[in-house]
C-alpha cells in the first residue's frame, strides 16, 4: 500500500511542476537514431543480466542459455505487469529451475543479484558524488529548542507508547505456545540456517564462474549507463556521463522498493530528479523521464512476452513427446 501511494504521489507532484503535454511534445520529436541505440543498448543489457543469473545459478548441470534467456524475461514481463515484483517468482518457480537447485538456493540467488547491484550502485554513487555535491545545498543549522519547551508535546506520545506495550503482552499472552514470539524465533533461526547453508552453495565459485558473472555485470551496467547518456542526445538535453550515472543510480534504488507495476510514478520521478537538479527544465525533465521508462519497459515486455508465447507452444509439444 505504501508503494501505490508513493507512485501516486509522485505522479502528481511531476504533474504539478511540469505540463505534460509539453512534455510529451519533446517525446515525440526525440531522434530516432538515438532511440535505436538505447533500445539496443538495453536488450543487450538486459541479456547480459540473465546470463549472469545463470552463471549464479550452482548444480552440476548448467541451465541452456536459450532457457535462462526466456525464464529471465517472462519473469521481468510479468514484474512489469504486475506490482511488488511478484515477477521474480518465475524464476524461483519455474520447473527447469526446480529441477536443478531448491527454492532456497534459488532465492539466494537472486538474493546474490541483488547484493552485486547494490556494490555497482555504491561505485556510481562514488563517481557521481562530487557532481551531486555540487548541486545539492549544505542543510541549514538551526538551533535546537530548548528540551523543557517541548516536554509536555512529549505526553501523548509516552503515553500510546505504554499503552501499546500493555496490549501487546495482552495479546502474547493469549496466543498459542507454538505462536508465541521465542517460538518463532526458534523457527526462525531454524529457517536462517537453512538459507545460510543455500547461500554458501550459491557463492562457492570457481574463478572461472566467478569472472563470468563479473564479465556479465560490468556489460550490464554499462549498457544502462550509457543507454541513459544515449536518451539525453535523443532530447537534446545538455548533459554529461556524470548526469546519466546519477540516472542510473536513482531509478536502480527507487526499483528497490515494491511499488506499482513497471514502478510506475516512483521510476519518473527517480527519473527527472538529477536533470532537475542540474537546471534542466520542468518540461524537458518529466519528458526524459517518460521516455526513459517506456524505453526500459516497452522492448522489456515485448521480447518476454514474445518468449511466454514460445513456452506455450513448446510445452505442447514436451507433451507429446513424453506420451509417445
Known amino acids: 500500500m505504501l508503494g501505490l501511494l508513493l507512485a501516486g504521489l509522485s505522479l502528481y507532484s511531476l504533474g504539478k511542476i511540469a505540463d505534460p503535454q509539453a512534455a510529451l511534445a519533446l517525446v515525440s520529436g526525440a531522434r530516432w537514431p538515438a532511440l535505436a541505440l538505447a533500445v539496443l543498448l538495453l536488450v543487450a543489457s538486459l541479456a547480459a543480466k540473465s546470463f549472469r543469473w545463470r552463471s549464479l545459478l550452482p548444480g552440476g548441470e548448467p541451465l541452456d542459455r536459450t532457457e535462462a534467456y526466456r525464464i529471465f524475461h517472462v519473469s521481468m514481463l510479468m514484474n512489469n505487469v504486475l506490482p511488488f515484483r511478484l515477477g521474480d517468482g518465475v524464476r524461483i518457480l519455474s520447473p527447469s529451475i526446480r529441477q536443478r537447485v ?55 506520545f509516552v503515553a500510546g507508547l505504554v499503552l501499546s506495550i500493555a496490549v501487546g503482552y495482552v495479546v502474547v499472552r493469549a496466543l498459542p505456545s507454538r505462536y508465541r514470539p521465542a517460538s518463532l524465533v526458534v523457527r526462525a533461526l531454524g529457517r536462517f540456517a537453512s538459507l545460510w547453508a543455500d547461500a554458501v552453495t550459491v557463492v562457492r565459485v570457481d574463478r572461472a564462474k566467478g569472472a563470468r558473472m563479473l564479465a556479465w555485470t560490468a556489460l550490464a551496467w554499462v549498457g544502462t549507463v550509457w543507454l541513459h547518456y544515449v536518451l539525453l542526445e535523443a532530447l537534446g538535453i545538455r548533459g554529461d556521463v556524470s548526469v546519466a550515472v546519477a540516472v542510473t543510480l536513482s531509478t536502480n534504488l527507487s526499483m528497490a522498493i ?67
Open 258 to 324: 515494491p511499488t506499482a507495476p513497471a514502478h510506475i510514478g516512483v521510476f519518473h520521478a527517480a527519473a527527472a530528479a538529477p536533470l532537475l537538479a542540474s537546471g534542466a527544465s520542468s518540461d524537458s525533465a518529466l519528458a526524459y523521464a517518460v521516455l526513459v521508462h517506456a524505453v526500459n519497459t516497452v522492448p522489456a515486455m515485448l521480447i518476454g512476452l514474445a518468449c511466454l508465447l514460445a513456452t506455450s507452444r513448446l510445452i505442447p509439444r514436451r507433451r507429446r513427446a513424453l506420451a509417445s
Open 102 to 156: 531448491t527454492a532456497g538456493q534459488a532465492v539466494m540467488v537472486l538474493v546474490a543479484e541483488r547484493l552485486v547491484d547494490v556494490v555497482v550502485l555504491a561505485g556510481l554513487a562514488v563517481i557521481a558524488a562530487p557532481w551531486v555535491g555540487r548541486l545539492l545545498p549544505l542543510p541549514s543549522a538551526e538551533p535546537l529548542e530548548d528540551a523543557a519547551e517541548n516536554a509536555a508535546s512529549a505526553v501523548p
